[in-house]
Every structure is written in C-alpha cells, then in structure tokens.
C-alpha cells in the first residue's frame, strides 16, 4: 500500500512517501524537507506572515505534485506547533484544500507526542521504557513509555524558533543572551519538577526533530545529510556543549556555513541545542540517543494502522 505523510510545522514542512506491508518496515519511495518559516513572528503577531504563507504554499503545491507522481493510495496531513497560535491558519488550511484539495489538520501537543513516540520505538526498535523528547520548533514535547503506548506526557513553549525569536535573535550570540535563554528554559523545567520528569531514572533518553539530526551531521562532519550514519547514534553530554561554545560567537553567515547539509537551519540551532542540553542536565543524562525518522513516520504508521482496520 503506498501511502503518504505531511508534517507543516513552525519551522520546516516534510513530505514522506513510502510502501507499507504488514509486518515490514516501510519502504521510503520519497521524502523531501522545505523550510518555510511559517511560524516565524506568530508569537508576536499571533498571524502567519505573508512572506511565510507563499512559501508554505510553494512547498505544499510541490508536496501534491510528487504524491500525485507517486500515486500514492491514501495520505494523511498534521500541522503543529505556533501554527496553532496563528488566527489566520485556518484561513491558510482552506486555501490549500481549494487550490491543491490537501486537507490538513491542526493537532494537539499530545497527539504531537504520541506520533513522535511511536516514530522513535518502532523505528529504532526499542524494547522496555524510553524518554522521547521532540524538539520542534515551537515547541518540545517529552514522553515517557514503551512500545506505541505513552504513560506520561508534557508538551512546553521551548521551541528552536520560538525562543531564537525570543531570547537570541542575533548572531553572534552574547553570554548575557544565552544566560538568558538557558535561565528561561531551566524554569519551564523546574516547574514541571512536581510530576514525573524527575523519575525518569535510568530509562533512556531518544531525540527526535531537526535540532538532533543536524547536531549528528555536525558531530560526523557530514556535508549532507545521510540517514544511515545518523539514525541511532550518540550524541554526548560534551558533543552538545562543545555545539554551544563553538556557534555562539560566530555570526548568522558563519553559522551557516558549518551547516552546508541545511543552512537554513544555522538561525535556529543553537536555541533547540540549548533545549537538549538543558534537559539533558535535569534528566542527568551523559548521552542521549537520536532518531532520523520525525513525526511523519510514526503518522504513516498510523495511517496503516487506520486503513488496515477498515
């Protein structure tokens, strides 16, 4: 059965194309990652930009083409993230089903997760407890659980776009501005210290999103991304901070062109690197494990699954 599925997020949108049998990995037909910037100002404006739009749009337009080229049987479509702040979002979901008939819906934080989780525990075939953490880019979603089933779930503001707009919209990047940003997102965690983020233990700690992916091809030297060499490797407690003290005196150029597999991303890397390091500080963990394979896998997993019911 070939199907497909789109994750518009707040900072990128992903198109994944592939045939699922029972029982077997899905084989990847396609995949293609757009950044769009379409959560860029909503936490200001509370609006999608119109620059923004248009390239949303583009990539969407693009996306249709490609299914249609495939001939892919079923799709299924999410947004997420600041894209859920945005008071012309729906306006924008209407225009694309007129104009390209892609019907898109809004999720919660907790569906977010839950897609996320079962990405990382198949993918990566993880037997017993795990922590999945998600690091988007309006938010970060952290879930703890086995196999598809999460027990426990949050979903807070630390979002790579989201704090960069925030707390260190220029590069490079002062101490006083990262104090900062790290001082903010430690808070968000303390408040959280009542449940069950401080119980983890030993489970270990999967990453998924953007932010973990480009620190791999970083850490590897990749002048592209290859998913074979990144998915399921390392990243240690030192990787990330030698990440920090090595991107924030350069400026957004520089940056940039440490980054030739996704330059785009060089705006927001450091602040999601933050995020990872500051929860890996308040979970205790020397290593964190990463997974290629973001939310859209684990919405083509539930695809089948619907489908295979019916």
């Known amino acids: 059965m070939r199907l497909s599925a789109v994750d518009v997020g707040s900072n990128s949108a992903l198109l994944l194309i592939a045939d699922v049998l029972e029982g077997k990995p899905p084989v990847i037909i396609d995949e293609a990652l757009v950044t769009t910037r379409l959560g860029k100002g909503v936490e200001e404006s509370g609006e999608l930009s119109p620059e923004a739009l248009k390239d949303g749009l583009d990539a969407l337009v693009d996306f249709s083409r490609r299914m249609d080229e495939a001939e892919v049987e079923a799709y299924l479509a999410v947004a997420t993230g600041l894209l859920r702040r945005a008071d012309n979002w729906q306006n924008f979901s209407d225009r694309v089903y007129e104009q390209i008939g892609l019907r898109?819906?809004?999720?919660?934080?907790?569906?977010?997760?839950?897609?996320?989780?079962?990405?990382?525990?198949?993918?990566?075939?993880?037997?017993?407890?795990?922590?999945?953490?998600?690091?988007?880019?309006?938010?970060?979603?952290?879930?703890l659980g086995s196999g598809a089933v999460i027990r426990e779930s949050v979903s807070l503001p630390l979002g790579s776009l989201r704090l960069t707009e925030r707390f260190i919209p220029e590069a490079p990047t002062s101490n006083d501005d990262l104090s900062g940003l790290?001082?903010?997102?430690?808070?968000?965690?303390?408040?959280?210290?009542?449940g069950w983020l401080r119980k983890v233990g030993a489970v270990p700690l999967v990453v998924v999103g953007g932010t973990a992916v480009a620190l791999i091809a970083l850490k590897l030297g990749l002048a592209q991304y290859e998913r074979d060499?990144?998915?399921?490797?390392?990243?240690?407690?030192?990787?990330?901070?030698?990440?920090?003290?090595?991107?924030?005196?350069?400026?957004?150029?520089?940056?940039?062109?440490?980054?030739?597999?996704?330059?785009?991303?060089?705006?927001?890397?450091?602040?999601?690197t933050l995020v990872l390091q500051e929860f890996m500080r308040f979970l205790e963990k020397d290593a964190v494990q990463v997974c290629w394979w973001g939310l859209s896998y684990g919405l083509l997993l539930r695809l089948y699954e619907i489908l295979a019911e019916e």
């Open 104 to 143: 898109i819906a809004l999720i919660t934080p907790q569906k977010e997760a839950e897609l996320s989780f079962l990405s990382a525990t198949t993918s990566l075939e993880l037997p017993g407890d795990v922590v999945v953490l998600d690091i988007g880019a309006g938010s970060a979603q952290l879930s």
């Open 182 to 194: 790290q001082d903010y997102i430690r808070k968000q965690l303390q408040e959280e210290e009542g």
């Open 229 to 272: 060499a990144i998915h399921g490797e390392s990243l240690t407690a030192d990787d990330v901070a030698g990440t920090v003290a090595a991107l924030a005196p350069l400026g957004q150029e520089e940056r940039g062109e440490r980054m030739p597999f996704e330059p785009e991303r060089a705006a927001i890397i450091l602040a999601g």
